[in-house]
């Protein structure tokens, strides 16, 4: 299997981790929520629930604030997105009975099989029972992502066409050689319902605050310190490296592969609130050749 393709797999299973507790649609469901209690939202007549939302949102809560407990905004606003998120879920799922698209169960068996193998191969070690109780999920309820997973594939090998992959490479190719980018970010959280004045104040203060850093009046990290509303904050505002895809949000992904280690950005917007961000390392990858991954660009 190409370097390519293991850093595909690894993407996916921890996306599959991350979310998988949403991913059960078809089975049996979690034990039912009182009769009082409303569905956090409906979907073409199908309610997503209580408990699943709590489910998923306490498992990103762990992830997210390891280092400090969230405040009630912080808490409100991971809840928005994971009802975002299973509605998409559930969106996708009913679209894929429309199309009426069907799998060999001999593949979902091969991809539970690839998934226990890297789970095997991680480190530390972990088995399928441990993954299972990490993301809250059965093993039967795995399965039903993994064909969920592989249903849309399905369905999208049917209706992308080779220039559509091979576009697609092109604009992310980046990714697919593997480059990777370390920054730093001041984050200060703005609630989607926050009203404009709200948000422009919030924009104000970190152009002030960009503009006293690029002066050399402040440094990044002491900024970070005692101005960034993210975890982060206790170590100066770095995360670390990170992939073009998938692992950090989109505008903020785009935005710091665009600049060079050293440069601050404008202020950023991504779910989260309202960021500047430093570059401050990277990684050149290995350069990749279309034709020898093509079947992986056009998988993921």
Request: charged content about 25%; hydrophobic content about 40%.
């Amino acid at each position: 299997m190409k370097i390519q393709t293991q850093t595909l797999v690894g993407l996916a299973s921890a996306a599959l981790m991350i979310v998988g507790v949403g991913m059960g649609h078809g089975q049996a469901p979690p034990p039912a929520a009182p009769a009082a209690a409303k569905p956090a939202a409906m979907v073409n007549g199908e309610p997503v629930g209580q408990q699943e939302v709590a489910a998923v949102v306490e498992l990103v809560l762990k992830q997210r604030f390891r280092t400090q407990a969230p405040s009630d905004a912080q808490k409100k606003e991971v809840v928005a997105e994971i009802v975002n998120m299973l509605t998409d879920d559930v969106l996708l799922r009913q679209f894929l009975v429309r199309t009426g698209v069907q799998v060999v169960p001999a593949e979902v068996e091969k991809q539970m099989g690839e998934l226990k193998a890297s789970l095997a191969a991680s480190k530390p070690p972990r088995t399928m029972e441990d993954f299972t109780k990490e993301t809250g999920q059965s093993e039967a309820q795995v399965r039903v992502s993994i064909t969920n997973m592989l249903r849309w594939g399905e369905y999208v090998k049917a209706h992308l066409t080779e220039a559509d992959v091979q576009k697609y490479y092109t604009e992310n190719k980046d990714f697919f050689d593997q480059v990777a980018v370390r920054a730093s970010h001041i984050l200060i959280r703005v609630s989607p319902t926050a009203s404009e004045s709200e948000r422009q104040a919030a924009v104000q203060k970190l152009t002030v605050l960009r503009a006293d850093i690029v002066a050399g009046k402040v440094d990044f990290a002491a900024a970070a310190k005692t101005c960034s509303q993210c975890p982060s904050a206790t170590n100066g505002g770095d995360v670390g490296f990170f992939p073009r895809k998938m692992m950090v949000e989109e505008n903020f992904a785009k935005t710091a592969f665009a600049m060079k280690p050293g440069e601050i950005s404008n202020v950023v917007q991504t779910d989260a609130g309202l960021h500047i961000i430093k570059v401050t390392d990277r990684k050149p990858g290995q350069d990749s050749k279309y034709e020898a991954i093509k079947d992986d660009v056009r998988d993921f």
